[in-house]
């Protein structure tokens, strides 16, 4: 690839995009809720957001200077990320806080790139935080779940015309905002039935000596917090 050829792919990556049509982006956010709330496409999809919630588990602990052992997806759509440092302290809580806020938080920050015309900058950046998320990757099911993801982002965002683009990065961040909400009342309803003994919720109490019913608030205020604000960003309101 040529300097001239890497200038412009920079361009476009750093550039603005022309937002889509309304009804599109209505489209979008529709089908997104399609696919949260119909079960059998839910328990299929919702492998994305266990990629993003272990994935913010993993960033967290990095930030917070734990060492990150790695991350494994399983089939059922659970997951598990195992980082070593102090197993108290503010880095710890941070870090089982990030799992239920991370997706919720990524379809924020993805509005707002939208709500800016960065629907290039948003599609390679989901694509280059998939393949080092890719490295920590422990199994062989949770290899094959962010290769196949990242290797949707990176087609469309190299392949697909702009029009495309823009359908596809807006149904994506309408998923993480409606896809961040269900996994809040599906950990609430487990809980009820005493199936859940080691959330994340209860791990935080443990933590902090605070009920897990706060922390489980915690997260449903950031889900439809997130919700109400990316929507509005989305909407053009």
């Given at each position: 690839m040529d300097v001239d050829s890497v200038t412009e792919v920079w361009d476009r990556v750093v550039g603005t995009?022309?937002?889509?049509?309304?009804p599109i982006v209505v489209a979008a956010g529709l089908a997104a809720l399609a696919v949260v709330a119909v079960r059998g496409v839910w328990?299929?999809?919702?492998?994305?957001?266990?990629?993003?919630?272990?994935?913010g588990h993993g960033l967290v602990a990095l930030l917070t200077g734990r060492r990150l052992e790695g991350i494994r997806l399983h089939s059922d759509t659970s997951g598990l990320?195992?980082?070593?440092?102090?197993?108290?302290?503010?880095g710890m809580v941070l870090t089982a806080a990030a799992g239920y806020t991370?997706?919720?938080?990524?379809?924020?920050?993805?509005a707002w790139l939208?709500?800016?015309?960065?629907?290039?900058?948003?599609?390679?950046?989901?694509t280059a935080l998939?393949?080092?998320?890719?490295?920590?990757?422990?199994?062989?099911?949770?290899?094959?779940?962010?290769?196949?993801?990242?290797?949707?982002?990176?087609?469309?965002?190299w392949f697909a015309g702009t029009e495309v683009q823009s359908a596809f990065?807006?149904?994506?961040?309408?998923?993480?905002?409606?896809?961040g909400v269900r996994p809040v009342f599906e950990l609430q309803r487990k809980r009820r039935r005493g199936e859940a003994p080691d959330s994340d919720a209860d791990?935080?109490?443990?933590?902090?000596?605070?009920?897990?019913?706060?922390?489980?608030?915690l997260f449903h205020a950031v889900a439809l917090c997130s919700l109400t604000g990316g929507g509005q960003w989305l909407l053009g309101l």
């Open positions: 995009q022309p937002e889509p049509a309304l328990q299929v999809a919702r492998n994305a957001v266990t990629i993003a919630h272990e994935g990320t195992v980082s070593r440092g102090r197993p108290s302290g503010i991370a997706p919720s938080l990524l379809g924020l920050a993805g939208l709500a800016d015309g960065h629907v290039t900058a948003l599609l390679w950046g989901a998939l393949l080092a998320m890719l490295v920590m990757v422990r199994n062989a099911y949770g290899v094959l779940t962010v290769v196949v993801t990242g290797g949707t982002f990176f087609l469309v965002s990065a807006y149904g994506v961040v309408w998923f993480l905002l409606l896809g791990q935080l109490a443990r933590l902090t000596h605070a009920p897990a019913a706060l922390w489980l608030l």
